[in-house]
């Protein structure tokens, strides 16, 4: 009688050449637009919260509150997604993720709008005095 061998299978684990793996959000410029009245204060702001955002863990952004860190929210907005967006990337789900400018509001409600897929965090407006939807008051 022939013995039956046991063939140990594996799990093949599939490595992707394309794939972004970070322990931190990123920040994508390409699909960015932003009103004229943006100034040097405000794009100061902005630096200084993009830097916060990303030197702290994924895991640990996303205890943030959303005064703090993120939020991703179904919002009507006065402005359409960035065409090259949904030609490039077929990902958008119809909320966006949401970063204020400001902690707290102060002194503007000023807020990044955008969509964040796979820690990577394509900013599609830059919403200085927080005109681009309502925000529930």
Not at 65 to 73: A, S
Not at 74 to 86: D, L, T
């Amino acid at each position: 009688m022939t013995k039956i061998k046991n063939k140990n299978y594996r799990l093949q684990n599939n490595i992707c050449t394309n794939c972004f793996k970070s322990n931190h959000i990123v920040f994508n410029f390409a699909y960015i637009t932003y009103s004229d009245n943006f100034n040097k204060d405000e794009k100061s702001t902005m630096i200084d919260r993009m830097r916060e955002i990303s030197s702290v863990t994924y895991l640990e952004l996303m205890r943030w509150d959303k005064y703090k860190g993120l939020e991703e929210e179904r919002i009507k907005i006065n402005k359409n997604i960035p065409i090259e967006f949904c030609r490039d990337i077929e990902q958008f789900d119809g909320k966006y993720t949401i970063m204020r400018l400001y902690k707290n509001n102060y002194p503007t409600p000023g807020r990044i709008i955008g969509k964040l897929i796979n820690k990577v965090f394509y900013i599609f407006y830059i919403d200085t005095k927080g005109v681009l939807y309502n925000h529930g008051k």
